[in-house]
């Protein structure tokens, strides 16, 4: 079983920057794309971006500009989302999502445990 863990959640004010990180607890294999999603309160989880296994990128409309994602470690298992002029509807739980497939073409998705982003104004 893949654990996902992430960190560098906290308080910032508007404009200011955070990074969050997520650690897998080993390799992980048949990796389609590693993905950060957030979910504000009321709101429905939403994804804010994603890196296949090839590097490509992709971004929410609202965060395009603003966040990064990247990886590194060994068989990448580390991923990094860089949020840059944060803002106050930026405010969610941050969640980092491992998307892979089986042998058989199964779509199975690993989940962290959430990190708070909370953006003052």
């Known amino acids: 079983q893949v654990q996902l863990v992430e960190s560098g959640g906290g308080l910032v004010q508007a404009g200011g920057s955070l990074r969050l990180s997520c650690a897998a607890s080993?390799?992980?294999?048949?990796?389609?794309?590693m993905n950060w999603y957030r979910q504000a309160p009321g709101k429905q989880r939403e994804l804010v971006a994603a890196?296949?296994?090839?590097?490509?990128?992709?971004y929410a409309d609202s965060v395009k500009g603003r966040f990064t994602i990247s990886r590194s470690g060994a068989k990448n298992t580390v991923v990094y989302l860089q949020m840059n002029s944060l803002k106050p509807e930026d405010t969610a739980v941050y969640y980092c999502n491992a998307d892979t497939s089986t042998a058989t073409g199964v779509h199975v998705g690993y989940w962290g445990q959430g990190t708070q982003v909370t953006v003052s104004s």
């Open positions: 080993r390799t992980i294999f048949n990796i389609n794309a």
């Open positions: 890196i296949s296994s090839g590097g490509s990128t992709n």
